[in-house]
């Protein structure tokens, strides 16, 4: 009767039974064949647990890749022959089984084989032995052997609980003697690991991490290219305490692994931005799994100065400074400021966001000082004197954050100064039809508010999301305080939707996946409506196509965007869209009719095409928009359009 046990079966008997371990040189030609790792029971996949397209396709090619990012044992082992006790004493037999040996950083398998005398138990012994296999000793010979022990594909008699004993940290990996001679392709393969994308990954034999158990929670500090270590093989240093980020996760070492809670760290790590990007990758161990949090953080400080000039204030010199280490590790201070000939516009905000290992109350102050061109009297109506409306904001707000639930919670009071003025900043109460400009009557209008959003963020990864959704949805109560003496609520819904796609035959890209984008967006004023206040349709945000505003100004709006996001190269990826949004035939409600009056359509489409760049700034976005009406608008920015 024939047999077949898997090695690390083997093992496991052999430490329990207190056998010797030795290692004999064999006929090349006895090694397992390809066939027979298939059809066996001790199949071990040696490939990264998260493997890149192009690590996929290289395995197609050459076969198992021994890459691995930690040094330890690969066993290969199969037995047709029947196990015959030496007496019946229940004494230990000595089975050979095969140990090939492999590069630690390669990929090719050399032609040196070494026979292991591993002791097994008498085959009559008792089917209910479940051993753990612990610290493995090791030769010079063993050591310098390759790959991570993948969990052998077990059946459910054979199935044992597996916790292979492995180097605990990044650094060590680096130092141990085994890995000297490979150490040149060791970056590489730590830093393929590091770059994987998505909230959660398979695993190569496990199929799916879900349910597996956590051996560890690692934090891995990784550059802008997402590398875990530079080319001489020193691990990236991180500013921020590894303890202070594990803190932040709810994923620990001996849970099981879930792919909500995975995503629900990502979040919360991104709310407290000290990251650029935040990247998951697993490793298996035995059975088990380590997790990885591959964190990029933002720098520490910044500043930048710009210039611009624009026909309201001419030339101005835009200031931004961010401290990131302003008060304790999270908290950090954003002053953004712009000096020019007519005056000063500043932005100055205070984050404490909220911290989960302290279940503390996240918050924020902020205070700002707006002018802008009004968006809403616009299109050749303008002030008695000639002059374009301005609008001049000033005033601040106290928020509060903390998870509810899998919703994020936000509560504001809200204070607003809005004023309507010329050219010089004198107060403008009519435009040159003699429609009011604000609500007050006297080019003033004063909201006090107390807000609360919400928000369910379904999404992969919110810091390069591939699939899922996010949802936000907020209320604003006025209250009939200063001058207006205004009661409204103001109602917000934002649904945007991220669908995965291969039309192109592309299955991942590490920087611009393909992808179906959908963004849908409604909201509407219940009671009294400054005219500053209408929704403004149209614009790079909105419409493309249109400039801001053109579309309409109403008390109520939809709007709907999709877009078809694919690759063109490592760092480029090509954007095809539509747009549209209506006021829902409210732009006659609004005081004043600023729409109307302007003979603004209400309605609006637009189509084009985009090109987004990844560089070291972030990510660059080029838009070319026709609108319904034939005009042609190009766009540069920042960021995606949602």
């Known amino acids: 009767m024939s047999m077949r046990i898997p090695i690390i079966a083997f093992l496991t008997l052999a430490a329990l039974a207190g056998g010797e371990l030795a290692a004999r040189a064999i006929d090349p030609s006895a090694a397992p064949t390809e066939a027979e790792f298939r059809e066996g029971t001790a199949e071990i996949d040696t490939r990264d647990a998260c493997p890149t397209r192009a690590q996929r396709e290289e395995d197609e090619v050459i076969g198992d890749n021994l890459t691995s990012n930690r040094p330890s044992l690969l066993f290969v082992a199969k037995s047709r022959s029947p196990l015959t006790p030496l007496n019946k004493g229940g004494t230990r037999n000595m089975l050979k089984v095969p140990l090939i040996k492999g590069d630690l950083g390669g990929s090719r398998l050399d032609d040196k084989r070494h026979l292991l005398s591993v002791p097994v138990l008498n085959s009559h012994q008792s089917d209910e032995v479940n051993p753990t296999v612990q610290d493995l000793p ?155 949090y591959n964190v990029q953080e933002r720098s520490a400080r910044s500043f930048s100065v710009s210039a611009t000039l624009s026909d309201d204030v001419g030339v101005a010199v835009p200031l931004s400074y961010t401290d990131r280490t302003f008060g304790t590790n999270p908290q950090r201070l954003a002053v953004e400021l712009e000096p020019s000939l007519r005056g000063i516009q500043y932005d100055v905000e205070f984050v404490s966001p909220y911290v989960a290992a302290e279940d503390r109350l996240g918050y924020s102050v902020r205070a700002f000082g707006d002018r802008r061109i009004s968006e809403i009297f616009n299109k050749d109506i303008d002030l008695p004197n000639g002059d374009r409306v301005r609008e001049i904001r000033v005033g601040g707000n106290l928020r509060f954050t903390r998870p509810l639930g899998d919703w994020r919670g936000t509560l504001g009071l809200n204070y607003t100064n809005i004023s309507t003025r010329d050219r010089n900043l004198n107060i403008a109460r009519r435009d040159e039809l003699g429609n009011p400009l604000t609500f007050s009557g006297s080019g003033v209008d004063e909201l006090y508010t107390v807000s609360f959003g919400a928000m369910l963020d379904r999404r992969d990864n919110p810091f390069d999301p591939t699939r899922g959704s996010i949802l936000s949805l907020s209320t604003e109560q006025s209250i009939p305080l200063g001058r207006g003496n205004i009661v409204s609520n103001r109602l917000l819904a934002n649904y945007i939707q991220y669908v995965p796609v291969t039309l192109l035959g592309i299955s991942e890209s590490e920087a611009l996946p393909e992808m179906l984008a959908f963004n849908l967006q409604a909201g509407t004023v ?73 003979d603004k359509p209400g309605t609006g489409a637009g189509v084009g095409v985009g090109v987004r760049v990844r560089s070291r700034f972030g990510l660059i976005r080029l838009d070319v928009g026709v609108s319904d009406s034939g005009d042609l608008k190009f766009i540069l920015g920042t960021k995606q359009r949602f």
């Open 138 to 292: 090791a030769s010079d010979e063993l050591a310098a052997s390759a790959g991570e022990v993948r969990a052998a594909q077990l059946s459910p008699r054979e199935s044992l609980s597996l916790k292979s004993s492995h180097n605990k940290d990044f650094t060590s990996l680096l130092k141990t003697p085994a890995t000297v001679a490979a150490q040149a392709e060791i970056p590489e393969a730590a830093n393929s690991n590091a770059r994987q994308l998505g909230g959660t990954l398979q695993i190569s034999q496990a199929g799916n991490a879900e349910g597996v158990y956590v051996a560890e929670v690692k934090i891995r500090f990784v550059n802008s290219r997402g590398e875990a270590v530079d080319k001489k093989g020193n691990p990236v240093e991180g500013r921020i305490s590894e303890d202070f980020i594990r803190g932040e996760l709810k994923l620990k070492a001996g849970d099981n692994y879930s792919r909500e809670v995975v995503r629900s760290d990502l979040q919360q790590l991104q709310q407290l931005g000290l990251f650029d990007k935040v990247t998951v990758s697993i490793e298996e161990v035995g059975t088990d799994v380590n997790v990885i």
């Open 526 to 598: 219940i009671g009294d409506l400054p005219p500053t206040e209408a929704f403004r349709l149209g614009g790079r945000n909105s419409v493309r196509g249109y400039d801001s505003g053109d579309i309409g100004s109403g008390r109520s709006y939809f709007l709907a965007s999709g877009e078809y996001r694919f690759p063109v190269g490592r760092d480029v990826g090509g954007v095809i869209f539509v747009d549209f949004a209506s006021d829902l035939g409210t732009g006659d409600s609004v005081l004043g009719k600023p729409a109307v009056v302007r």
